[in-house]
C-alpha cells in the first residue's frame, strides 16, 4: 500500500462548481498534512497546510482532515479556468520524519 | 526576494555520461532539499542539507548520485554515470532556519532525460 494515495484524475468540474479532491495515507500516525498546487512545468506551490481534524478554510479552500479514517481533501468553491493545475498531497508521517511524503498528484481541469 | 532557482531547465544526456545540476536556494535559508519525479510517479524525496551539512539522505537512490553544498549556500547534485531510469523532474526546495518543511519554497525543476 503506497503511503499517500490520490486518484491521478485527470478531474473535470465546469466553472463555478465545487471542486473535490481527496487524499488518504497510511501512517495512523502522521500529524500535518499539505495541499500544494502545481501548474504544468512550474514548480508545486503550498497552497494549505492542516494540523487538526476538521476544516481549515482559506478563500476559496477548505481543507478537510478525518485522522480517524486517515484522508485528508481540498475543496475549491467557485472554481475558475485558471484553478486547472496538478494537486499535491503531502504528509509528514510519524516515526520521527520531517520530511513530507508526496502523492501522485491530481490533475484538475475546470472547463468554462 | 529571488526564489529557489535551479540550473539547467532542461538537461539531455547520453547513458554513461555525467551530469551535474544545481540549486541556488532563497537566501537565508538553511533548509535544502532534493526531489525527484519520475513520470507517472510521485515527487520522491532524496535528500536534506541543513547549511552544508546533510541532515538526511535516505532518499538517494545509489551511489551514483552525490550532493553536495560547499558553503551552505548552493547545492549541486551529480548523477555519475547516468542511467536511463534516472530521467526525470529535479526539484529543489528551501525553507527557513527551523521551519523545516512547512513553509518549503520549490524550484521550477531540472528536467534531465538520459537517453
Known amino acids: 500500500q503506497k503511503e499517500v494515495e490520490q486518484n491521478s484524475g485527470p478531474l473535470s468540474v465546469p466553472e463555478g462548481a465545487i471542486a473535490s479532491l481527496n487524499c488518504t495515507y497510511s501512517?495512523?500516525?502522521?500529524?500535518?498534512f499539505f495541499w500544494y498546487r502545481q501548474y504544468s512545468g512550474k514548480s508545486p506551490e503550498l497552497i494549505m497546510f492542516?494540523?487538526?481534524?476538521g476544516d481549515k478554510e482559506d478563500g476559496r479552500f477548505t481543507a478537510q482532515l478525518n485522522k480517524a479514517s486517515q484522508y485528508v481533501s481540498l475543496l475549491i468553491r467557485d472554481s475558475q479556468p485558471s484553478d486547472s493545475a496538478t494537486y499535491l498531497c503531502?504528509?509528514?508521517?510519524?516515526?520521527?520524519?520531517?520530511?513530507?511524503?508526496f502523492g501522485r498528484g491530481t490533475s484538475l481541469i475546470v472547463h468554462p | 526576494e529571488a526564489g529557489v532557482t535551479q540550473f539547467p531547465s532542461h538537461s539531455v544526456i547520453e547513458k554513461g555520461q555525467t551530469v551535474t545540476l544545481r540549486c541556488d536556494p532563497i537566501?537565508?535559508?538553511?533548509?535544502l532539499y532534493w526531489y525527484r519525479r519520475v513520470m507517472g510517479k510521485e515527487i520522491k524525496f532524496l535528500l536534506h542539507?541543513?547549511?552544508?551539512?546533510?541532515?538526511?539522505e535516505s532518499g538517494m537512490p545509489n551511489n551514483r548520485f552525490l550532493a553536495e553544498r560547499t558553503g551552505g549556500t548552493y547545492s549541486t547534485l551529480k548523477v555519475q554515470p547516468a542511467e536511463l531510469e534516472d530521467s526525470g523532474v529535479y526539484f529543489c526546495?528551501?525553507?527557513?532556519?527551523?521551519?523545516?518543511?512547512?513553509?518549503?519554497?520549490f524550484g521550477q525543476g531540472t528536467r534531465l532525460t538520459v537517453v
Open positions: 492542516i494540523y487538526s481534524n
Open positions: 503531502a504528509v509528514k508521517l510519524s516515526g520521527g520524519s520531517y520530511i513530507p511524503t
Open positions: 526546495a528551501s525553507s527557513r532556519p527551523g521551519e523545516v518543511s512547512t513553509e518549503a519554497f
Open positions: 537566501s537565508g535559508h538553511d533548509n
Open positions: 501512517d495512523r500516525g502522521s500529524q500535518s
Open positions: 542539507f541543513v547549511k552544508e551539512s546533510k541532515q538526511d
